[in-house]
Nanobody, 126 residues
Framework: VQLVESGGGLVQPGGSARLSCAAS????????MAWLRQAPGKGLEWVAF???????NYRDSVKGRFTISRDNAKNTLYLQLNSLKTEDTAMYYC?????????????????????WGQGTQVTVSS
């Protein structure tokens, strides 16, 4: 399993960014996927979810501002971030649902998310 995140950067408050995650080593279209983030000095937290049929869910703090999507033909996961706030500053990771033992995971929506990549930094600052 390999997940490679990209697309972060420095964004002004109120601005937008689009993150991408290239997946390989597994059947992407058959897996539930998520975005996680880790803010400075805080733990890794679940942000957004997309199921294999395209259903989505978001943590309350990003609802209406972030949009998760997937392109199964390109094995790629996306996260559109709009109306960014300083508190959105974090390293963002994509992850797949997993029950594998010995893999670091984060709990979200009642399932475990793991196999995240190196992450992409989003810094919201004026």
């Amino acid at each position: 399993v390999q997940l490679v995140e990209s697309g972060g950067g420095l964004v002004q408050p109120g601005g937008s960014a689009r993150l991408s995650c290239a997946a390989s080593g597994f059947t992407f279209s058959s897996e539930n996927m998520a975005w996680l983030r880790q803010a400075p000095g805080k733990g890794l937290e679940w942000v957004a979810f997309i199921g294999i049929k395209g259903g989505t869910n978001y943590r309350d703090s990003v609802k209406g501002r972030f949009t998760i999507s997937r392109d199964n033909a390109k094995n790629t996961l996306y996260l559109q971030l709009n109306s960014l706030k300083t508190e959105d500053t974090a390293m963002y990771y994509c992850a797949k649902e997993t029950e594998d033992q010995g893999v670091p995971t984060v709990r979200g929506l009642g399932v475990n998310w793991g196999y995240w990549g190196q992450g992409t930094q989003v810094t919201v600052s004026s």
